[in-house]
């Protein structure tokens, strides 16, 4: 079975700091990872995404990931955070044996303050 | 404007009590999910439909069950409610080409149940 592990509950970051948010993934086969980001009492938005290609992947508002196969890994990257960016990042690989469903971490809270 | 759209935003019931969310999807978006969050168990994945037939199921609950209907849109219907069904409620779509169905899926804004 798929799943996706977000060890950090809650990350803070001073604003211009670079940041980094961690996840970790299990799936069989190809991984299809996503990052989505959940803003007080709204619904998630589509981040960025990593199909195949590059391993560093580029997504909105200046994000982007690294993708590690080697390490299972496919963290979430800011070279230099905004107080705006604080909010909920859920992380979520898709399985497609299983009609594309999406699993999601646990999600992390950004503070940059 | 994600192009989901979710009603009501909000619903108050008691316990014991049914309920019926809606998801509009984004026009041309063909499988429509449903997602449950709440604050112990996170972002759960419900059930997933996909052209009118059910795709793929999650952890939902026997009292829970939802459609997709002709003109693509979905309702999930919560029956006998508790105090534990209290969450926020997500739909989400997507186009999923059946072939690669990498694209991302769309998210509504939700709907919060309250069971009191």
């Known amino acids: 079975a798929q799943s996706v592990a977000q060890p950090e509950d809650q990350v803070n970051v001073a604003e211009g700091n670079p940041l980094t948010v961690k996840c970790t993934y299990s799936v069989s086969g190809n991984p299809y990872l996503f990052w989505y980001v959940q803003y007080p009492n709204r619904g998630l938005q589509f981040l960025l995404k990593y199909i195949t290609g590059d391993n560093l992947v580029k997504g909105s508002y200046g994000f982007e990931a690294e993708f590690n196969k080697s390490q299972t890994s496919f963290h979430l990257k800011k070279p230099s955070a905004l107080v705006s960016d604080s909010a909920l990042y859920f992380c979520a690989v898709r399985d497609m044996r299983r009609y594309s469903t999406l699993t999601f971490g646990k999600g992390t809270m950004l503070l940059v303050s | 404007d994600s192009g989901v759209t979710q009603t009501p935003k909000h619903l108050i019931t008691a316990t014991g009590q049914r309920v019926t969310l809606r998801c509009s999807p984004r026009s041309g978006d063909l499988s429509v999910y449903w997602y449950q969050q709440s604050l112990d168990q996170g972002l759960q994945f419900l059930i997933q439909?996909?052209?009118?037939?059910?795709?793929a199921k999650g952890n939902i609950l026997e009292r829970f069950s939802a459609q997709q209907f002709p003109d693509l849109h979905s309702e999930l219907n919560l029956s006998s409610l508790e105090l534990g069904d209290s969450a926020l409620y997500f739909c989400?779509?997507?186009?999923?080409?059946?072939?690669?169905?990498?694209?991302?899926?769309?998210f509504g804004q939700g709907t919060r149940l309250t069971v009191v």
């Open positions: 989400a779509s997507s186009v999923v080409p059946v072939i690669q169905g990498a694209d991302e899926a769309f």
């Open positions: 439909y996909y052209n009118g037939e059910e795709r």
